[in-house]
């Protein structure tokens, strides 16, 4: 028995050593994780929070550092959830899960678990009334503690910036607004980002206005992989039809880190949300014309209005062929 256990705390030290390896060098600091996909986001927080519930029951308490870094990705889960537990799918999703405990939101389900794991009370708001996780894996007192927590929650629900990521989010009770222009800095993963900066993804009192199609298959049909991560199959502009990001359609997990997108401007009070986002994209082109992105919430009416800029950075007399996509709808389609 005895050597047993030594062996079991030995495997514990060793897993507290990789899982934390691991949250420090998949989430960013802003809490958004470096596969540049909203899925891959819920489905990496899935491994992570299992993993840490694992090893909690053996006694393993995590560093500072990772623990802080998990409230940060689990904070970035709840801010990507609509009111209806949807998320805007920005980059690949192959519905990957860990757990599966109902047919309740996997995004409150995560930010249910990470509640009780850190005592927060922002990700118990989060979770809303979502538990089932939360009860097999914590106990039968799971959703009493849930309660409790969102109770202790102070303000209203805000909007967020994740400006190392790329991501912005505007947001009210009855609207929610991503922005996205990624930035695939390292460290990055190459393969699940798309060619889609300064794209909009709108959700507006149940509907979906504007959506994002994602990329639900990788190799089955090659075509369609590489409609769904060009330019023209998100809500944003294109110049002369060349791709923000250009990529080789031949390889297929391979999206260069080549179209870097950055936050110019971000706002927000009770009254009015916006944010200001660009990207590198057409550099090489003649005159280097950049897209500026104008988001503005009007949280009193319920107005948002969305702005385009397209301007050269010196004098060219050429015209230029601009492209406004516009995916509207609840399911992606030919319309």
């Not at 989060?126 to 202790?152: F, H, I, M, P």
């Not at 695939?184 to 994002?212: T, Y």
Request: neutral net charge.
């Amino acid at each position: 028995l005895l050597p047993g256990l030594a062996r079991t705390d030995r495997w514990a030290e060793r897993g507290q050593r990789v899982l934390s390896a691991q949250v420090l060098r998949q989430f960013h600091a802003d809490g958004g994780t470096y596969e540049q996909s909203t899925a891959y986001h819920l489905f990496t927080l899935d491994v992570v929070l299992g993993c840490a519930l694992l090893l909690r029951g053996q006694g393993v308490v995590l560093p500072n550092t990772v623990a802080a870094r998990i409230r940060a990705a689990a904070r970035f889960a709840g801010t990507i959830a609509r009111p209806d537990g949807t998320i805007p799918i920005l980059g690949d999703d192959d519905s990957g899960r860990f757990h599966r405990w109902g047919n309740q939101p996997a995004v409150r389900e995560l930010c249910s678990l990470a509640a009780l794991m850190l005592d927060d009370p922002e990700l118990a708001v989060a979770a809303g009334d979502t538990s089932t996780a939360a009860l097999w894996l914590t106990g039968s007192d799971a959703a009493a503690r849930l309660k409790a927590l969102a109770l202790s929650h102070r303000g209203p629900v805000s909007s967020r910036s994740f400006r190392r990521t790329g991501l912005h989010v505007l947001r009210s009770s009855g609207l929610h607004a991503a922005v996205w222009s990624r930035d695939p800095s390292p460290p990055a993963m190459l393969a699940h980002g798309h060619s889609d900066h300064n794209s909009i993804d709108v959700w507006c009192c149940g509907d979906h206005v504007l959506r994002d199609p994602g990329t639900g298959i990788y190799v089955g049909d090659t075509a369609l992989r590489n409609l769904l991560r060009a330019t023209e199959a998100h809500s944003t502009l294109a110049i002369d039809g060349l791709e923000i990001s250009p990529f080789d359609s031949g390889d297929l997990f391979f999206m260069p880190p080549s179209t870097r997108g950055r936050r110019v401007e971000w706002s927000q009070s009770h009254h009015h949300q916006s944010v200001t986002t660009t990207h590198d994209g057409f550099r090489h082109l003649r005159s280097r014309p950049l897209h500026l992105r104008c988001v503005a919430f009007n949280v009193a009416t319920d107005e948002l209005i969305v702005w385009d800029e397209v301007g050269g950075m010196t004098q060219d007399l050429s015209y230029r062929l601009v492209q406004g996509w516009w995916h509207w709808g609840a399911e992606p389609s030919d319309a």
